[in-house]
Nanobody, 119 residues
Framework: QVQVVESGGGLVQPGGSLRLSCVGS????????MGWYRQAPGKQRELVAR?????TTDYSDSVKGRFTISRDENTVYLQMNSLKPEDTAVYYC???????????????WGQGTQVTVSS
């Protein structure tokens, strides 16, 4: 019904940049919010950033001023600048959606993409 696909992870030096992309596709659904979580080994998954509609954004305090989330229809981007070693984690994209004609709400998750910040 719906597929969420992430890309853009990799290995970067501290201070470097990466841009993550996530595309939601399918039929009979409407996405009203998208965002990114991350999870490092031994830690709980935490919300990094989210966007409601196309303009209302929310960021974790740890990434404010460094990360920017944006959305173009069913594609969401996370521009990550000034990366730090503590940003190392698997990043997961999600899409909150409502199935057309039902009012049923559900979250779809991507497979995750590894971001490693190391010298």
């Amino acid at each position: 019904q719906v597929q969420v696909v992430e890309s853009g992870g990799g290995l970067v030096q501290p201070g470097g940049s990466l841009r993550l992309s996530c595309v939601g596709s399918g039929t009979f659904f409407s996405i009203y919010a998208m965002g990114w979580y991350r999870q490092a080994p031994g830690k709980q998954r935490e919300l990094v950033a989210r966007i409601i509609g196309t303009s209302t954004t929310d960021y974790s305090d740890s990434v404010k001023g460094r990360f920017t989330i944006s959305r173009d229809e069913n594609t969401v981007y996370l521009q990550m600048n000034s990366l730090k070693p503590e940003d190392t984690a698997v990043y997961y994209c999600y899409a909150s959606m409502i199935v057309t004609g039902t009012g049923y709400e559900s979250d779809a998750w991507g497979q995750g993409t590894q971001v490693t910040v190391s010298s």
